[in-house]
């Protein structure tokens, strides 16, 4: 399959109605959604809409295949062994929170969870809630000057009692990719489980979670051109087979007495209640068509115009870029500091040139703080990013520094 960026771009609904013409350079935050997820959503609330699992009727059974369709769909992005290993959450947050739920509650007082400092909040707070619950001890993986996650740090860190790491694959902050193969060669060593945040990197093309050695990966729909309400964790089998349910409701369950119940096998265990069905038959149309993009290509054109960008922001003396300034290791995100101006104002008049960027802490305060910063403006690339949305940023920097100083 050829890649062509202009014809891709055409894909998106929302940029070719834009008008005036939209530079969306918040990929980070929210990708615009592919027409193949949103055609998904509406012809299955047209044709298919019931609710799943439980009905008899010929509308159940085609929205329940739908449905799991969707999963096998995640399962072959993901590389999984099996559709089972696949879960349906609300999105990245929903899924890391069942984790420090479900598998949490198999840890006890002093087990050590070790994460970073450049960890999103979502994969930060729901550990020190468990902290809280359970009196395990979290250790924070520290950073390096330019910002990345320090593993040189990781052999001294390592004790016995770590039962897991937990990182992220990709910084929203710096786009910086971690080295997966280090971090599972330490935790092996001491038998600790992985996990990876995968929020900014499944935008970038599908991941080999078997591939990786890893045991658990959460994502969101909304960040990888699908719909929003929806997201996926993936967890080995065995892994998720030893893991106590965390909500409790209809379609989780086995035999049910006022004395107690029974719990049905993952990924079913792990969904109580009505899930966002077609958000997950749109999230699996969208999923099905990235497994299929040319990637190589994709790749050369996100690293092109992050080229484009780093350039245009090092040329500046008043600008400074958080995090890794080279191409390695990296995905197309980039946050930057522009001496005495606030991200807020500097989002509002790029809005003004058609610019969206993104401004404050990116929910990674500690992150964020590693620079001596409250705040950072960030500009996020995606596969539809063109030369103009970069050279109209750029364009643009130079009306802020005239409006703001
Ligand atoms: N982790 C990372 C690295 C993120 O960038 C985000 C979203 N900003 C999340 C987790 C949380 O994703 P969501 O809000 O979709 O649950």
Same mark, same amino acid.
């Given at each position: 399959?050829?890649?062509?960026?202009?014809?891709?771009?055409?894909?998106?609904?929302?940029?070719?109605?834009? /008008?005036?013409?939209?530079?969306?350079?918040?990929?980070?935050?929210?990708?615009?959604?592919?027409?193949? @997820?949103?055609?998904?959503?509406?012809?299955?609330?047209?044709?298919?809409?019931?609710?799943?699992?439980?009905?008899?009727?010929?509308?159940?059974?085609?929205?329940?295949?739908?449905?799991?369709?969707?999963?096998?769909?995640?399962?072959?992005?993901?590389? %999984?062994?099996?559709?089972?290993?696949?879960?349906?959450?609300?999105?990245? +947050?929903?899924?890391?929170? !069942?984790?420090?739920?479900?598998?949490?509650?198999?840890?006890?007082?002093?087990?050590?969870?070790?994460?970073?400092?450049?960890?999103?909040?979502?994969?930060?707070?729901?550990?020190?809630?468990?902290?809280?619950?359970?009196?395990?001890? !979290?250790?924070?993986?520290?950073?390096?000057?330019?910002?990345?996650?320090?593993? %040189?740090?990781?052999?001294?860190?390592? +004790?016995?009692?770590?039962? $897991?790491?937990?990182?992220?694959?990709?910084?929203?902050?710096? &786009?910086?990719?971690?080295?997966?193969?280090?971090?599972?060669?330490? @935790?092996?060593?001491?038998?600790?489980?992985?996990?990876?945040?995968? %929020?900014?990197?499944?935008?970038?093309?599908?991941?080999?979670?078997?591939?990786?050695?890893?045991?658990?990966?959460?994502?969101?729909?909304?960040?990888?051109?699908?719909?929003? &309400?929806?997201?996926?964790l993936w967890a080995r089998g065995e892994v998720l087979a030893a893991m106590?349910?965390?909500?409790?409701?209809?379609?989780?369950?086995?035999?049910?007495?006022?004395?107690?119940?029974?719990?049905?096998?993952?990924?079913?265990?792990?969904?109580? &209640?009505?899930?966002?069905?077609?958000?997950?038959?749109?999230?699996?149309?969208?999923?099905?068509?990235?497994?299929? !993009?040319?990637?190589?290509?994709?790749?050369?054109?996100?690293?092109?115009?992050?080229?484009?960008?780093?350039?245009?922001?090092r040329g500046r003396s008043d600008i400074r870029i958080l995090g890794p300034?080279?191409?390695?290791?990296?995905?197309?995100?980039?946050?930057?500091?522009?001496?005495?101006?606030?991200?807020?104002?500097?989002? /509002?008049?790029?809005?003004?040139?058609?610019?969206?960027?993104?401004?404050?802490?990116?929910?990674?305060?500690? $992150?964020?703080?590693?620079?001596? $910063?409250?705040? %950072?403006?960030?500009?996020?690339?995606?596969?539809?990013?063109? /030369?103009?949305?970069?050279? @109209?940023?750029?364009?643009?920097?130079?009306?802020?520094?005239?409006?703001?100083?």
């Amino acid at each position: 399959m050829s890649f062509d960026p202009k014809a891709l771009r055409a894909e998106f609904p929302l940029l070719m109605l834009a /008008q005036p013409p939209l530079h969306y350079l918040d990929n980070a935050a929210t990708s615009q959604i592919h027409r193949s @997820a949103l055609k998904a959503m509406s012809d299955h609330d047209m044709f298919q809409r019931a609710n799943i699992m439980r009905g008899t009727h010929r509308l159940a059974e085609a929205a329940t295949a739908a449905y799991e369709d969707a999963r096998a769909r995640a399962a072959h992005f993901l590389n %999984a062994a099996t559709p089972d290993e696949v879960v349906f959450t609300s999105g990245a +947050t929903a899924a890391l929170n !069942l984790v420090a739920h479900s598998f949490g509650d198999t840890l006890r007082p002093g087990d050590e969870v070790m994460l970073s400092l450049a960890e999103h909040h979502s994969n930060l707070v729901p550990w020190q809630l468990l902290r809280e619950r359970r009196g395990i001890v !979290l250790r924070f993986l520290p950073l390096t000057a330019d910002g990345r996650i320090d593993l %040189a740090a990781l052999a001294d860190m390592l +004790t016995p009692r770590c039962r $897991l790491i937990a990182l992220t694959h990709c910084s929203n902050v710096t &786009g910086a990719i971690t080295d997966v193969a280090t971090v599972v060669a330490a @935790a092996h060593g001491v038998g600790a489980r992985v996990l990876l945040d995968g %929020a900014q990197q499944v935008q970038h093309g599908p991941v080999d979670v078997q591939g990786l050695d890893i045991d658990f990966y959460a994502f969101s729909g909304h960040k990888c051109y699908g719909p929003n &309400g929806i997201g996926v964790l993936w967890a080995r089998g065995e892994v998720l087979a030893a893991m106590p349910p965390f909500l409790g409701g209809g379609g989780m369950v086995g035999e049910v007495t006022p004395e107690g119940s029974t719990f049905a096998r993952p990924p079913q265990r792990f969904e109580a &209640g009505t899930p966002a069905i077609a958000q997950a038959v749109g999230l699996g149309a969208v999923l099905a068509w990235l497994s299929m !993009l040319p990637w190589r290509a994709i790749r050369a054109h996100e690293n092109e115009l992050l080229r484009r960008l780093l350039a245009g922001l090092r040329g500046r003396s008043d600008i400074r870029i958080l995090g890794p300034v080279d191409l390695d290791a990296r995905q197309p995100v980039v946050s930057f500091d522009i001496a005495g101006l606030h991200p807020h104002d500097v989002c /509002q008049v790029l809005d003004r040139h058609g610019v969206a960027l993104r401004g404050g802490h990116h929910c990674a305060q500690p $992150l964020i703080r590693h620079f001596g $910063l409250d705040g %950072a403006n960030r500009a996020s690339i995606a596969m539809y990013t063109t /030369q103009a949305d970069i050279d @109209a940023l750029l364009d643009g920097l130079n009306d802020v520094v005239a409006v703001l100083r």
